[in-house]
């Protein structure tokens, strides 16, 4: 593992890979990351997005190390952690689900999609299927509201969504990889 | 300069002057409750919000510069609803139970409401609820009076560089607290408590102590004294409303004995023995490098700040052996009080209960702390602020202003100016040069005055050197020497001065670090609210304290020598190893 891990800079990285790499292995990539925008501003931002999109979320040890190798204090770091709905600090599903509640999203069904998730997934917002396959969030605005109602599913944008097509949707990520 | 209207008025205010600043140099009055004095305005609160004609919209004041032709109404009748309406906002997720309220007294948001003509509720909806933490020993939050204007943030990141609390989360369920709204134990807080200094309201207060020293003080079988900190002196008159700077020593003494203590002793006295010991131990270690060619840890930094020593053991670590290890005129204090002192009194230390009022919160963590129980008892009780003190003295119905003056009682009471000065930033350094360049040279220290006038201004760092000429035989290996001091104020001062040592930039001998801005006498736990025209009186009249002083200089307090003949033996004896020095201990910043 350890080799490999040195020959692949984060991005190679598909989330959720977390489960088979020590956080040995998890701080040596975050520091190669943090060393990329060293001396750069307002690096948190994007050294936070790149942890997460190689863990899935944010785990304490990871927010702890950011603070110290950026000589931030942990709770600016979680400040700004817990102000971005984009960031989570519990593990989650292989998919990310979040479903934007936008006003153009909102005005066009977005609730009602949210809720026929909800209903599908048995979960509520916030929660993780037990089969750790999805996890279901609320967006604020992805900047798509020509396409409303917008959910996106990992990196997938889905417009023009629709209630009753929600079982098909979710169909094409069941067992699939974290595409 | 641009050329404005305010109210009618025209005015040419400085460039680059906020409207607010402008308005304040006129002698117009704009409300706020989240500004801080030359810190960059957050805007947060929303209430010094003015009408610029042309403009659409309500400016905050504190964050809108001033520009050529404006035209300002800071009181108009549309500013007024706003601002009356901002303030019923805020009064409707306050937990207002102003009547049980620490800040019953100078709580900004009850003032100003009042001040507004605000009656009656207005809004009623949902309140966040309260959270208190009391997980540090200075330290209560309560979350449900908190207002998120955030100058405790600002002090906490900006003045203070420890960045324990930031806000959490967002919108309505914001907080502001350490990391995931835990307790402000689970970070690296060092207990200066500026943020009880700055909070508008009674949402950070420092951890009542007074019931424990009235029980005290009932129980016959109790011995209580208490000692007072230099600070307190020119501090303590502000909470009867006496201007700042006003001298209170002889009526402080008085009401501290209607108030039934047994006796009132001054930490002036263990500031004393302080210099003492930390001269001994500077000198020690310039020894030990120039003549010995051994190693010590230069430069010697001045141990008194207990926050200083806290955040030290968290961010600085590897400068813990340069702090010297005497333990702070506090705690020299109680472990003398409860040894040498109940020896010549003939009680059982037991029975002795030893009360500070310090102007400081951290004071309240440092007597508890580990290292700190010598005298095989905790060294020093109770701690109280200079607040908790004003607040007692009207629990007990003295008229404060018109009590006659007294003074403090022998031994411990017995001071020289040189103690005085410990209140001030730079004092300390001063007062430990005026004994060290007598003990080497045999002449007293060669300034006006006594005064190293470049370490007593406001100046985050200052740095200042003198040369020894015509050293007595014992110090010869010193002739010539160029000692080169530093003194910082505000633990963000002090990080810059430590990150210049750290990468040799600079080298010093001796460096005085204090943990608040001005030093004590803008301690955490003073008279609310504290700017730098209050710092300027406050130092004035510990100065004139000192000045007024017989003896000004620690080494000449017959007191001290009387200690060392009868008790200590000498500086850095066995003895004092045991009692008056300390050890420090490197401190995880986040509890995992």
């Known amino acids: 593992m350890k080799a490999t891990v040195e020959s692949k800079t984060f991005n190679d990285f598909s989330k959720n890979q977390h489960q088979e790499m020590s956080s040995t292995d998890v701080i040596h990539i975050l520091d190669n990351i943090i060393n990329e925008y060293s001396g750069t501003e307002g690096a948190l931002i994007p050294v936070l997005q790149s942890a997460q999109n190689m863990l899935g979320y944010l785990p304490k040890y990871v927010m702890i190390h950011i603070s110290e190798r950026l000589g931030i204090p942990y709770s600016e770091v979680t400040g700004v952690v817990s102000f971005y709905s984009y960031f989570s600090t519990i593990p989650r599903g292989r998919h990310v689900i979040r479903v934007c509640l936008g006003t153009a999203c909102y005005v066009r ?9 909800e209903k599908e997934l048995s979960i509520r917002v916030g929660e993780t299927t037990e089969d750790r396959q999805f996890s279901l969030e609320i967006g604020r605005c ?14 997938d ?19 699939a990889g974290n595409e | 300069m641009p050329e404005i209207i305010m109210n009618g008025m025209k005015l040419n205010p400085a460039d680059n002057t906020t409207i607010l600043d402008a308005a304040r140099a006129a002698g117009i009055k704009i ?17 010094c919000i003015v009408e610029i004609e042309g403009s659409q919209a309500l400016s905050a004041s504190c964050c809108t510069p001033v520009r050529q032709g404006m035209v300002i109404h800071t009181n ?9 309406m901002i303030v019923e906002l805020l009064l409707s997720e306050h937990e207002g139970d102003c009547q049980y309220c620490d800040r019953s007294e100078d709580c900004e948001l009850k003032k100003l409401a009042n001040e507004l003509g605000i009656r009656a509720p207005k809004y009623t909806g949902e309140k966040t609820g309260s959270k208190i933490d009391d997980t ?11 207002i998120k204007c955030r100058r405790c943030v ?38 200066c408590g500026q943020c009880t200094a700055v909070c508008p309201v009674g949402a950070i207060i420092e951890r009542d102590h007074t019931k424990g020293v009235w029980a005290a003080l009932d129980d016959p079988k109790k011995h209580v004294v208490v000692q007072t900190a230099p600070a307190i002196r020119a501090s303590l008159g502000e909470a009867f409303d006496l201007p700042p700077g006003t001298l209170v020593t002889g009526r402080m003494v008085t009401a501290l004995r209607h108030m039934g203590f047994d006796a009132i002793f001054d930490t002036n006295f263990t500031a004393d023995l302080t210099i003492i010991e930390e001269g001994n131990e500077l000198l020690k270690r310039l020894k030990t490098v120039l003549v010995d060619g051994g190693e010590a840890a230069l430069p010697q930094f001045t141990s008194c700040s207990p926050g200083w020593i806290k955040f030290a053991e968290y961010f600085y670590p590897e400068f813990l052996p340069n702090i010297s290890t005497c333990k702070s005129p506090q705690q020299m204090f109680g472990a003398l009080a409860k040894t040498y002192y109940a020896e010549k009194k003939g009680i059982n230390p037991e029975d002795v209960i030893v009360v500070s009022v310090m102007p400081c919160t951290a004071k309240k963590y440092e007597c508890q702390r580990e290292e700190m129980y010598d005298s095989g008892y905790q060294d020093v009780d109770y701690v109280l602020t200079t607040r908790e003190l004003g607040r007692m003295i009207k629990q007990a119905g003295l008229n404060f202003i018109e009590l006659p003056e007294s003074e403090m009682d022998a031994p411990l009471g017995m001071s020289s100016g040189a103690a005085d ?18 003990v080497v040279t045999g002449r007293p220290l060669p300034m006006e005055n006594l005064h190293v006038t470049p370490l007593t201004t406001l100046e985050g760092v200052k740095t200042a050197s003198l040369k020894i000429e015509g050293a007595v035989p014992d110090w010869s290996f010193l002739e010539g020497v160029e000692v080169r001091v530093a003194v910082a104020h505000g633990l963000d001062n002090a990080s810059r001065l430590l990150e210049t040592i750290k990468d040799g930039k600079e080298n010093f001998h001796f460096v005085e670090v204090m943990t608040c801005p001005g030093g004590c006498i803008g301690g955490g736990g003073q008279p609310r609210y504290t700017t730098d025209e209050i710092r300027k009186a406050r130092i004035e009249a510990i100065f004139k304290e000192d000045e007024g002083k017989a003896l000004r200089k620690s080494h000449d307090n017959p007191a001290i020598i009387q200690i060392y003949e009868e008790f200590l033996g000498q500086p850095l004896g066995e003895k004092s190893h045991h009692l008056l020095h300390t050890c420090y201990q490197k401190r995880e910043k986040v509890l995992q």
Do not use: W
């Open chain 2, 136 to 146: 540090t020993p200075a330290i209560i939050r309560d979350s449900g009076k908190c």
């Open chain 2, 31 to 47: 409300p706020t409750l989240c500004f801080l004095e030359g810190k960059t305005p957050l805007g947060a609160c929303r209430v």
């Open chain 2, 76 to 84: 108009s009748l549309r500013v007024r609803n706003a601002r009356r």
């Open chain 1, 109 to 117: 069904g977005g609730k009602e999609v949210l809720e026929a998730l």
């Open chain 1, 157 to 175: 944008v889905h417009q023009r969504v629709k209630p009753a097509k929600i079982k098909e949707l979710l169909k094409q990520y069941e067992g």
């Open chain 1, 142 to 155: 992805f900047g798509a509201c020509g396409l409303a109602p917008v959910v996106m599913v990992g990196d």
């Open chain 2, 421 to 438: 000065i410990f209140a001030n930033t730079g004092g300390v350094m001063e007062a430990a040069l005026r004994t060290v360049y007598e």
């Open chain 2, 154 to 191: 600002t002090v906490c990141n900006a003045v203070q560089n420890v960045g324990a609390i930031f806000p959490q989360g967002r919108g309505f369920e914001t907080t502001i607290s350490p990391a995931f709204a835990a307790g402000l134990d689970s970070v690296a807080c060092v207990q």
